[in-house]
């Protein structure tokens, strides 16, 4: 990896100028930021753009310890960015098997180490319009609604992400255009991982299919299905719960089942449910819309908040009872009144 030695211009203006509306867009951002860098060419594009850019940056680059050779690979990637003008920090983690998979570990240990070593600053992650596609197409493969369809914010502090308008074909070229030399992570062509699958077969296919555009409509469909998400969010966050932590049905009965079911689903997580499902949303629901005095609907393993007594393996269940859907430990039977 090299300093940048070549001209702002072509793709790397385009990257350039994707990080300067970044900025004019939230200022609240301010001078001092972080960058997340990998070493491959979107991280290292987006670096020499933030050094251009700022008054103040520092790479972090973290060294998850998965591959021979990663910690030589994170050298590299701090000497390229000191050479870009930038001060550099390599953060060697701890990849824990939590169960949920080795990207998504590795995920979790890549976020902590960033937001441990950040001290305050916002972190700028290099995700492309490339990345909000293929996350838009596996949030529509898993069925959840806006939610998913919403994909990556630009903005969602501390996190910014000024490449998502930026296709990762210019990230490349951008980087031969500075003469910088990139490192293509073998992880991001090994086709075990679900994401590299659709990267490389998923999203071609559909290219191919309807024409071409299609990750740019998918990338347009995140940013659609965000503004309507924010919206119904707003509206959900407006209903309130009761002191005793229930929900009166009579205001829930008033409500579009689009804030009904949000209103229900901040309910369960506020009170300790981990991720409750659709199923689970179906089903308290139907204690408002759809009331016929059956019994409770188990929604989770845990516990509500602050409940005393309640171990991390209780369950849960939501009933009605006196005009209100209220949560409460399974040690009791039966329909609510």
Same mark, same amino acid.
């Given at each position: 990896?090299?300093?940048?030695?070549?001209?702002?211009t072509g793709?790397?203006?385009?990257?350039?100028?994707?990080?300067?509306?970044?900025?004019?867009?939230?200022?609240?951002?301010?001078?001092?930021?972080?960058?997340a860098?990998?070493?491959?060419?979107?991280?290292?594009?987006?670096t020499?753009?933030?050094?251009?850019?700022?008054?103040?940056?520092?790479?972090?680059?973290?060294?998850?310890?998965?591959?021979?050779?990663?910690?030589?690979?994170?050298?590299?990637?701090?000497?390229a960015?000191?050479?870009?003008?930038?001060?550099?920090?390599?953060?060697?983690?701890?990849?824990?098997?939590? !169960?949920?998979?080795? &990207?998504?570990? %590795? @995920? *979790? =240990?890549?976020? +902590?180490a960033? #937001?441990?070593?950040?001290? $305050? /600053?916002?972190?700028?992650?290099?995700?492309?319009?490339?990345?909000?596609?293929?996350?838009?197409?596996?949030?529509?493969?898993?069925?959840?609604?806006?939610?998913?369809?919403?994909?990556?914010?630009?903005?969602?502090?501390?996190?910014?992400?000024?490449?998502?308008?930026?296709r990762?074909?210019?990230?490349?070229?951008a980087?031969?255009?500075?003469?910088?030399?990139?490192?293509?992570?073998?992880?991001?062509?090994?086709?075990?991982?679900?994401?590299?699958?659709?990267?490389?077969?998923?999203?071609?296919?559909l290219?191919?299919?309807?024409? !071409?555009?299609?990750? &740019?409509?998918? %990338? @347009? *469909? =995140?940013?659609? +299905?965000?503004? #309507?998400?924010?919206?119904? $969010? /707003?509206?959900?966050?407006?209903v309130?719960?009761?002191?005793?932590?229930?929900?009166?049905?009579?205001?829930?009965?008033?409500?579009?089942?689009?804030?009904?079911?949000?209103?229900?689903?901040?309910?369960?997580?506020?009170?300790?449910?981990?991720?409750?499902?659709?199923?689970?949303?179906?089903?308290v629901?139907?204690?408002?819309?759809?009331?016929?005095?059956?019994?409770?609907v188990?929604?989770?393993?845990?516990?509500?908040?602050?409940?005393?007594?309640?171990?991390?393996?209780?369950?849960?269940?939501?009933?009605?009872?006196?005009?209100?859907?209220?949560?409460?430990?399974?040690? %009791?039977?039966? =329909?609510?009144?």
């Amino acid at each position: 990896m090299a300093a940048a030695s070549g001209a702002w211009t072509g793709a790397a203006w385009t990257v350039r100028a994707a990080v300067r509306a970044f900025r004019r867009a939230h200022p609240e951002v301010g001078d001092e930021v972080c960058v997340a860098l990998s070493g491959g060419a979107d991280s290292l594009a987006l670096t020499a753009a933030a050094a251009a850019e700022f008054a103040d940056v520092t790479a972090l680059v973290v060294d998850h310890g998965l591959q021979p050779g990663s910690d030589e690979v994170a050298r590299r990637a701090a000497a390229a960015a000191r050479g870009l003008g930038t001060a550099a920090e390599v953060l060697v983690v701890v990849v824990d098997s939590d !169960g949920s998979g080795p &990207e998504a570990a %590795a @995920r *979790t =240990a890549r976020y +902590a180490a960033l #937001d441990a070593a950040r001290r $305050d /600053r916002p972190v700028l992650l290099a995700h492309t319009l490339d990345d909000q596609a293929e996350t838009v197409l596996l949030g529509l493969g898993r069925g959840s609604g806006a939610r998913s369809l919403r994909g990556m914010a630009a903005w969602d502090a501390p996190w910014g992400r000024p490449l998502l308008g930026v296709r990762a074909a210019d990230t490349r070229a951008a980087c031969r255009g500075l003469g910088l030399t990139w490192w293509d992570d073998p992880h991001n062509t090994d086709p075990t991982y679900t994401r590299v699958r659709v990267r490389r077969e998923v999203l071609p296919l559909l290219e191919d299919v309807l024409g !071409g555009g299609v990750a &740019e409509g998918l %990338a @347009r *469909t =995140a940013e659609l +299905a965000r503004v #309507d998400d924010d919206e119904l $969010d /707003r509206l959900a966050g407006a209903v309130p719960v009761g002191d005793d932590g229930a929900l009166d049905v009579s205001r829930l009965e008033r409500l579009s089942t689009a804030v009904l079911t949000r209103v229900l689903r901040r309910w369960l997580l506020s009170r300790g449910v981990i991720s409750p499902t659709y199923a689970h949303l179906t089903a308290v629901a139907a204690l408002v819309t759809d009331w016929r005095g059956q019994g409770g609907v188990a929604v989770g393993g845990t516990g509500p908040a602050g409940t005393r007594g309640v171990g991390p393996t209780a369950r849960l269940v939501a009933r009605r009872r006196h005009g209100k859907v209220v949560l409460e430990i399974d040690r %009791a039977s039966g =329909a609510g009144t």
